[in-house]
């Protein structure tokens, strides 16, 4: 491979088959890290700057500004720098030193946000944020990943396709719910070109996109504390809310086995197995890892952290079953899930 641009970096034809995660199908990992920006928020950053550019609103003297909890900040960082847009990032106290610094490594700005909103996270308050900023400043251009249809929009040409690229008819198919561009845009192609597949939307409890009750959340990635207006867009079969004690011991039990993933993904992988028993024998069965585990080491990996925010967690940790393998290369996938 030649790339002419960090931007052509980007792998997401990537599948891990977890052959004994579940004890009677395999599921088919997607993997989404494997670009500079490290998630699956390449696919919307990419896609909103250049929407921008196309409209004409950025040139010289403008700066792009958004609110991100991490990943897509960052992929945000990483597409501005190769274009040589400045960026200004608002997040919050969630926000991964790690990847805080990452994205003041690109040349970024990072603007942090301490005062929670009425639903006890930080999002609201982020874009109260950045509302003010814009409408003092002129040459701020705020990319609203939240209504920006170029978000969901991504996902349409690009993760659902390559979904059914590989498993022309899954079962099921897991996806993560942030901002719900990856599960508006993956929906959207699933129900045209394989409407019997049932589509499982994923989020962390405390989030109040699907009508829950909001709680405290530690872990950035999934979940809200203000419904996204793009979640309109999205369709679904059911929603699976996962605590984030679960994401952690779920992450740490994997990375035992030879797998670190980020928070996002453990979330999903958790609801994965909270569904086992309703998952047919030899289901051909999808989840969408949206990042890798290596911005999370100093938070789901870091015992102190982890001890921190949820007392007594990693003594069920210890006290789990033995590590076990979740690979076997002997295993044969369910027919329908070779590609055709």
Known sequence: MLARSPLELRFSDVFVVLSDFLPHTAVNLKIEGFN??????MKPALSMIESLEQQGLLGPGRRVIESSSGNLGLALAVVCAVKGHPFTCVSDPNMSPQTERLIRSYGADVVIVRQRD?????LASRIALIRSMVSSNPDLVWV???ANLENPGAHLRSTGPEILAQFPAPDLVFVGAGTTGTLGGVSWYLRKHSPRTRIIAVDSAG???FGG????????GLGTSRKPEIALLADFDAVELVPEPDTVLMCRKLARRGLL???????VLSAVLRWRDRIPDGACVVAISPDLGDHYTDTIYDDAWVAERYPGLLARLVDSEPSRAIFDRSFAAPEKCHAG
Not at 118 to 122: A, D, L, S, V
Not at 261 to 267: E, H, K, N, R, V
């Open 213 to 220: 009750p909001p709680g405290k959340r530690h872990i950035p």
């Open 261 to 267: 993933l980020g928070g996002s993904t453990g979330t």
């Open 144 to 146: 609203n990943q939240y």
């Open 36 to 41: 500079l920006g490290g998630s699956i928020k």
């Open 207 to 209: 989030s109040v996109t």
């Open 118 to 122: 009425p639903n006890g996270g930080f």
